[in-house]
C-alpha cells in the first residue's frame, strides 16, 4: 500500500470518528507498526480504536433488527441510530448478536485495502501491556501487539500535529525486538515473537479486524 495513500486513509478514518455517527462510540484513534515508522510502501495498514459502551439500550430497536435482518443486540451493543441509517453495514458475530469491531470495519474501512483494524474497549497502551502478557503466558506470539504506536485522536480531539509528523516521517521507534525487550520481554524469545508475528501478519489479506476486551 502507497503510504501517501494509507496516510489519507488514516486521515479519513479520523474524520470519520470526529463528524460521523458511528455503531459505537470511538475515544481514541492510533496507528502503529509500518505506518508508524515510516515504511514506504506499505504491506499492511494497522489501526487501533478505543470504543465505548453504550449507556442506554433500545429495547424496541432490538426487536426491530432481529425480525427485519435477523441480528440481536441493535441498540445495545451498538447504536440504533446508526443502524437504521446504515441496515447495509450491520454486522453480526457467530451467536447472531451485532458485533461492533466488524460493524466498525464495515462502516470505516474499503474491503480490498490492506488494512487491520483492532478494537477494543480499552486504551492502546493498557492493551499492549495486556495482550504482551497473555500471549506470552500462552506462547501466542502472534497475538502480540505492536507497542510502536501514535495517537491520532482522542477524547473528542485531533493531535494537533500528529499526522504531520506521520507524513514527514518524523516519529523514531526501535525494531520491534528492541520495542519488545523495553517491556520485558527477554532477547531470545522476543526474537521468537517477532518471527511468529511476521508469518501471521503475511497470511492476511484485505481489510481484517480484530475485537478484543480487556
Same mark, same amino acid.
Not at 23 to 32: A, G, I, K, L, T
Not at 50 to 76: N, Y
Not at 139 to 157: M, S, T
Given at each position: 500500500?502507497?503510504?501517501?495513500?494509507?496516510?489519507?486513509?488514516?486521515?479519513?478514518?479520523?474524520?470519520?470518528?470526529?463528524?460521523?455517527?458511528?455503531?459505537?462510540?470511538?475515544?481514541?484513534?492510533?496507528?502503529?507498526?509500518?505506518?508508524?515508522?515510516?515504511?514506504?510502501?506499505?504491506?499492511?495498514?494497522?489501526?487501533?480504536?478505543?470504543?465505548?459502551?453504550?449507556?442506554?439500550?433500545?429495547?424496541?430497536?432490538?426487536?426491530?433488527?432481529?425480525?427485519?435482518?435477523?441480528?440481536?443486540?441493535?441498540?445495545?451493543?451498538?447504536?440504533?441510530?446508526?443502524?437504521?441509517?446504515?441496515?447495509?453495514?450491520?454486522?453480526?458475530?457467530?451467536?447472531?448478536?451485532?458485533?461492533?469491531?466488524?460493524?466498525?470495519?464495515?462502516?470505516?474501512?474499503?474491503?480490498?485495502?490492506?488494512?487491520?483494524?483492532?478494537?477494543?474497549?480499552?486504551?492502546?497502551?493498557?492493551?499492549?501491556?495486556?495482550?504482551?502478557?497473555?500471549?506470552?503466558?500462552?506462547?501466542?506470539?502472534?497475538?502480540?501487539?505492536?507497542?510502536?504506536?501514535?495517537?491520532?485522536?482522542?477524547? =473528542?480531539?485531533? $493531535?494537533?500535529? @500528529?499526522?504531520?509528523?506521520?507524513?514527514?516521517?518524523?516519529?523514531?521507534?526501535?525494531?520491534? %525486538? #528492541? /520495542?519488545?525487550?523495553?517491556? =520485558?520481554?527477554? $532477547?531470545?524469545? @522476543?526474537?521468537?515473537?517477532?518471527?511468529?508475528?511476521?508469518?501471521?501478519?503475511?497470511?492476511? %489479506? #484485505? /481489510?481484517?479486524?480484530?475485537?478484543?476486551?480487556?
Amino acid at each position: 500500500m502507497d503510504r501517501d495513500a494509507a496516510l489519507d486513509r488514516v486521515e479519513a478514518i479520523v474524520d470519520a470518528v470526529e463528524s460521523e455517527t458511528l455503531p459505537v462510540p470511538v475515544r481514541e484513534v492510533w496507528v502503529y507498526g509500518d505506518v508508524a515508522l515510516g515504511l514506504d510502501p506499505l504491506d499492511r495498514l494497522d489501526v487501533y480504536v478505543t470504543k465505548d459502551i453504550l449507556l442506554r439500550g433500545d429495547g424496541d430497536a432490538a426487536a426491530e433488527f432481529e425480525a427485519s435482518h435477523g441480528v440481536k443486540g441493535v441498540g445495545k451493543s451498538v447504536r440504533a441510530e446508526w443502524a437504521r441509517e446504515n441496515p447495509d453495514l450491520l454486522r453480526a458475530n457467530s451467536n447472531g448478536y451485532a458485533a461492533p469491531e466488524k460493524c466498525l470495519a464495515a462502516h470505516l474501512l474499503p474491503d480490498d485495502e490492506p488494512i487491520h483494524l483492532e478494537v477494543c474497549n480499552a486504551s492502546f497502551e493498557d492493551n499492549v501491556t495486556q495482550r504482551l502478557k497473555g500471549a506470552m503466558a500462552r506462547e501466542k506470539y502472534e497475538q502480540i501487539l505492536d507497542p510502536r504506536g501514535v495517537c491520532l485522536y482522542a477524547d =473528542g480531539q485531533r $493531535s494537533p500535529n @500528529a499526522m504531520e509528523k506521520l507524513r514527514n516521517g518524523e516519529f523514531a521507534f526501535p525494531t520491534l %525486538t #528492541g /520495542a519488545l525487550e523495553m517491556l =520485558g520481554v527477554e $532477547s531470545d524469545e @522476543a526474537n521468537a515473537a517477532v518471527e511468529a508475528m511476521r508469518e501471521y501478519r503475511a497470511e492476511q %489479506t #484485505g /481489510a481484517t479486524v480484530r475485537g478484543d476486551v480487556v
